[in-house]
């Protein structure tokens, strides 16, 4: 019993800090979503309305929603990118260490930092990426002026930071027995057979951790476009958290950005109940039964 109420004394600080700043305001968002709340007057109980605000709205909250799941797009390509690139810097060639930290430096650049570097080789005039373009008489799109192209636009700059990505399955790649390469060999199994039999497998877990990381990352993506665009041209870039944002912090309807927060929690855990569904398919862990 001494120890018991020991463990709980060391552990109060902790579970204090849990209830004020973690459960406790989540309640508070909870109960202020079924309210008109704009700050500077008390919140007002209005039900469910909020709610049918939202997916009435087809100026603000269909669009952004749809702007998110464009940028779905880019997981996939993130994947395969950033596991093409530690297959390439696996090798054991002379000076690979230097291309390894080439290819990773882009993931420690702050974001802030990254975006505005990004408008810069973004400009449609002068900016690096257009200015090669016109180099090789290609046509220059004009990216984040344009709602056709801002989308792309963003995902071509995500994938400049995947070397974060890129080290962890560059470390997973150490942790592959080389007897299974050994025997694949004296089986004759070729260059892609040893990828997909081998390589993949043993790599299944990492691919589905950064799966699970990248679902969560999409829907809270944020930082780059309220830096960058604003959500502009013509809500092209209007992605969800920032639509959020917005409805909190510059048009103060606090209830309803508490709604778009509970929507997004609940879009959040469905999809990654999905990808977790979807992995006992997929994903192979070492000592399981075959």
């Given at each position: 019993m001494?120890?018991s109420?020991?463990?709980?004394?060391?552990?109060?600080?902790?579970?204090?800090?849990l209830?004020?700043?973690?459960?406790?305001?989540?309640?508070?968002?909870l109960?202020?979503s079924?309210?008109d709340?704009?700050v500077?007057?008390?919140?007002?109980?209005?039900?469910?309305?909020n709610?049918?605000e939202?997916f009435?709205?087809?100026e603000t909250?269909?669009?952004?929603?749809?702007?998110?799941?464009?940028?779905?797009?880019?997981?996939?390509?993130s994947?395969?990118?950033?596991?093409?690139?530690?297959?390439?810097?696996?090798?054991?060639?002379?000076?690979m260490?230097l291309?390894?930290t080439?290819f990773?430096?882009?993931s420690l650049?702050?974001?802030?930092?990254?975006?505005?570097?990004?408008?810069?080789?973004?400009n449609?005039?002068?900016?690096?990426i257009?200015?090669?373009?016109?180099?090789?008489?290609?046509?220059?799109p004009?990216?984040?002026?344009?709602?056709?192209?801002?989308?792309?636009a963003?995902?071509l700059?995500?994938?400049?930071?995947?070397?974060?990505?890129?080290v962890?399955y560059?470390?997973a790649l150490?942790?592959v027995?080389?007897?299974?390469y050994?025997?694949?060999?004296?089986?004759?199994?070729?260059?892609?057979?040893?990828?997909?039999?081998i390589?993949?497998?043993?790599l299944s877990?990492?691919?589905?951790?950064?799966?699970?990381l990248g679902?969560i990352?999409?829907?809270q993506?944020?930082?780059?476009?309220f830096?960058?665009?604003?959500g502009g041209p013509?809500k092209?870039?209007?992605?969800?958290?920032l639509?959020l944002?917005?409805?909190?912090?510059?048009?103060?309807?606090m209830g309803l950005?508490?709604?778009?927060?509970?929507?997004?929690f609940?879009?959040?855990?469905?999809?990654?109940?999905l990808?977790?569904?979807?992995?006992a398919?997929w994903?192979y862990?070492?000592?399981e039964?075959g």
């Amino acid at each position: 019993m001494g120890e018991s109420r020991t463990a709980l004394l060391f552990l109060a600080p902790w579970l204090l800090g849990l209830v004020l700043f973690t459960v406790g305001p989540i309640l508070v968002t909870l109960f202020l979503s079924f309210t008109d709340y704009r700050v500077l007057s008390p919140p007002r109980w209005v039900g469910l309305d909020n709610y049918k605000e939202l997916f009435t709205d087809t100026e603000t909250f269909w669009p952004s929603l749809g702007n998110t799941a464009f940028l779905f797009l880019e997981l996939p390509l993130s994947l395969v990118v950033g596991l093409a690139l530690a297959l390439l810097l696996n090798q054991k060639l002379k000076g690979m260490a230097l291309f390894r930290t080439i290819f990773y430096l882009p993931s420690l650049v702050p974001t802030v930092a990254s975006a505005l570097l990004w408008l810069w080789l973004l400009n449609p005039e002068h900016g690096l990426i257009n200015e090669a373009l016109r180099a090789l008489h290609l046509p220059a799109p004009t990216w984040l002026a344009s709602p056709l192209w801002s989308k792309p636009a963003i995902i071509l700059m995500d994938l400049w930071g995947v070397g974060g990505s890129m080290v962890i399955y560059l470390a997973a790649l150490q942790g592959v027995p080389q007897d299974y390469y050994e025997a694949a060999e004296l089986d004759g199994a070729n260059g892609w057979q040893r990828l997909r039999h081998i390589t993949l497998p043993s790599l299944s877990p990492v691919i589905f951790f950064n799966l699970i990381l990248g679902v969560i990352g999409t829907f809270q993506y944020f930082t780059q476009t309220f830096l960058m665009t604003k959500g502009g041209p013509d809500k092209s870039t209007l992605f969800y958290a920032l639509s959020l944002y917005q409805n909190a912090f510059e048009f103060f309807r606090m209830g309803l950005a508490c709604a778009m927060a509970w929507v997004l929690f609940v879009l959040t855990i469905g999809a990654t109940w999905l990808v977790f569904k979807s992995s006992a398919r997929w994903v192979y862990y070492e000592g399981e039964k075959g």
